[in-house]
């Protein structure tokens, strides 16, 4: 009889962290984080960020989670941009939030894959699809546009595919961690003369003459990307 408590601990399985004691860029399926947000598994990386699939009382989003200290305040700018969107081409944002030391964004899934891995699937898209697919991602643009932002990254893995019920597939744009808003005093000239960052073949080859990233240049993305 002594001996089993001895080896009952010994021998138990490990318990699962708790809920406050859980990091996201280690989280399991089904881990707990902030209470209300079950992992469900990993939707991709990226060089700054990891993205989970989250389940919150049985709805499907998506959490961002910076992957260090030093990426925190690039995820937090991300999520002042997306803050100030809403529409319906726009992948939706709810909340910062922080876990263990990581900034995170709570937001809606941007659909059931990416528009790149949709090509990659299905090939040529019908007259009916490249019509509905021009529309949405031109609507995004022109409400990035009129919100001053520049996305900087434009391309069809930034894009995801969905649908709501039976409805027709649409696209979502989303990944806004390049992206400027020119109406805020943290953007400084600097930034908008950085002219290499984004995804090189979708990049506007004329920016150097212009100098600056600027609509002309997103307008260019979204050609490439048509």
Not at 31 to 56: N, P, W, Y
Not at 85 to 104: M, P, S, T
Request: net charge negative; with cysteine; glycine share 6%.
């Amino acid at each position: 009889e002594w001996i089993e408590p001895v080896l009952e601990p010994a021998t138990a399985p490990p318990e699962r962290a708790s809920a406050d004691e859980v990091d996201p860029l280690t989280a399991q399926k089904e881990d707990v984080l902030g209470a209300d947000l079950l992992v469900i598994g990993v939707l991709g990386q990226g060089a700054s960020s990891r993205v989970l699939e989250v389940d919150q009382s049985g709805r499907a989003l998506a959490l961002k989670v910076a992957l260090t200290a030093d990426d925190n305040e690039r995820l937090k700018a991300e999520a002042r941009v997306l803050e100030s969107l809403r529409h319906a081409r726009i992948v939706q944002f709810f909340e910062l939030r922080e876990y263990a030391g990581h900034a995170c964004i709570l937001m809606a899934k941007a659909g059931e894959q990416t528009l790149q891995r949709f090509l990659a699937r299905e090939g040529a898209v019908s007259l009916d699809y490249a019509s509905r697919f021009g529309e949405d991602l031109l609507y995004a643009l022109e409400e990035l546009e009129e919100r001053q932002i520049l996305h900087r990254d434009l391309k069809p893995a930034n894009l995801g595919v969905g649908a709501a019920a039976k409805k027709a597939h649409h696209l979502t744009l989303f990944d806004f961690s390049l992206a400027l808003d020119l109406r805020s005093d943290r953007v400084s000239t600097a930034s908008r003369a950085q002219l290499s960052v984004g995804t090189a073949v979708y990049r506007d080859p004329f920016l150097r003459l212009r100098g600056a990233w600027d609509p002309a240049a997103d307008r260019w993305s979204a050609a490439v990307t048509l």
